[in-house]
């Protein structure tokens, strides 16, 4: 069964850094993608960040120039390193993994951890 951990999150001021990491465990088949999504009080899910089996990333508009996302694949983590946190960063991050088996990709989350941002 497949398992992703997250880790990393907390409390900080603003300006400062924070660098979450995810690590997935009993992967059958191949990882497409790696991505981290936030989860803000009263807002939907949204994604942040998400990296590809190569090097292709996306963000999130408002993180651009802030997160940098990373894979390292022999392992089967990613890490979030988020740097000029602002309040409105405040939120649940998960961890997200598509496993492809055959035709099928399959998603897969974390728990999640917590981020705060004060101001």
């Known amino acids: 069964q497949v398992q992703l951990v997250e880790s990393g999150g907390g409390l900080v001021q603003a300006g400062g850094s924070l660098r979450l990491s995810c690590a997935a465990s009993g992967v059958r088949g191949s990882i497409s993608a790696m991505g981290w999504y936030r989860q803000a009080p009263g807002k939907q899910r949204e994604l942040v960040a998400r990296?590809?089996?190569?090097?292709?990333?996306t963000y999130e508009d408002s993180v651009k120039g802030r997160f940098t996302i990373s894979r390292d694949n022999p392992k089967n983590m990613v890490y979030l390193q988020m740097d000029s946190l602002k309040p409105e960063d405040t939120g649940v991050y998960y961890c997200?993994?598509?496993?492809?088996?055959?035709?099928?990709?399959?998603?897969?989350w974390g728990q999640g951890t917590q981020v705060t941002v004060s101001s």
């Open positions: 990296i590809r089996s190569g090097t292709s990333t």
């Open positions: 997200n993994t598509e496993i492809a088996r055959g035709f099928t990709n399959f998603n897969y």
